[in-house]
């Protein structure tokens, strides 16, 4: 099946600064998710972006399918943006989501 | 809007004991899905249904049994449970009408202790 590798792992910002967390995948894609999981537990879907470029306020997303990647790109980082942020993929069979194992953000004031 | 909804929040088990975790969700989607995360694993799917009436295995289904009693609900049964179920489980839907595979939706999740 797909495989899907996220980096990096871990990831230590001071507020303010930008970072950008890469997701590299296997195969051909028609499904791209980032999600949120803040320290609570709680997944939040951030962006369905299985090819080109979206943006939401401090984060945006952008994904090359030929390439086989996704980078997401958060700006301004806040004490808010911790947690874990995962990539998930679908290929084109239709198979359901596949998760990578996540990068681990710690935004520290 | 309750979107996706996963009873119990919390439970602890007894190996062996048997139980039941609910999910439903009111966004008239028409896949559901359970995932169960652990530390350094990512979530990996345990079973899914595609759509109502169906259900198909994921990565990790031994130990595991579902049941899609109707559009909106999804239910997981552990039959046995063994202390490797100890995790947290995660409730989804999506929408997914062909060509649009739509987005995942998911639930608070349920953490299980089995001792």
């Known amino acids: 099946g797909i495989q899907v590798e996220q980096s990096p792992p871990d990831l230590i910002l001071q507020e303010g600064a930008n970072s950008t967390l890469r997701c590299n995948f296997s195969?051909?894609?028609?499904?791209l998710q980032w999600f949120h999981q803040n320290p609570w537990g709680q997944l939040i879907n951030l962006f369905y972006i299985p090819s080109g470029t979206k943006q939401n306020g401090r984060l945006s997303a952008t994904t090359v399918a030929t390439e086989r990647y996704s980078l997401l790109y958060i700006s301004s980082s806040q004490t808010t943006d911790s947690g874990v942020y995962f990539c998930?993929?679908?290929?084109?069979?239709?198979?359901?989501?596949?998760f990578g194992k996540g990068t681990r953000l710690s935004v520290i004031a | 809007n309750a979107g996706v909804t996963q009873t119990p929040k919390f439970q602890v088990l007894k190996t062996g004991q048997s139980m039941t975790l609910q999910c439903a969700q009111d966004m008239n989607h028409n896949s559901m899905y359970w995932y169960r995360q652990d530390p350094g694993m990512g979530l990996r799917l345990i079973y899914y249904s595609a759509s109502e009436g169906t259900t198909d295995k994921g990565e990790v289904p031994n130990g595991y049994n579902v049941s899609r009693l109707n559009k909106r609900e999804f239910s997981l049964r552990l039959e046995s449970a063994a202390p490797s179920q100890t995790s947290v489980y995660f409730c989804?839907?999506?929408?997914?009408?062909?060509?649009?595979?739509?987005?995942?939706?998911f639930g608070e999740g349920s953490r299980l202790t089995v001792l």
């Open positions: 989804a839907s999506s929408i997914r009408e062909p060509p649009n595979t739509g987005e995942l939706f």
């Open positions: 998930a993929v679908m290929d084109s069979g239709n198979t359901p989501l596949v």
């Open positions: 195969d051909s894609v028609n499904n």
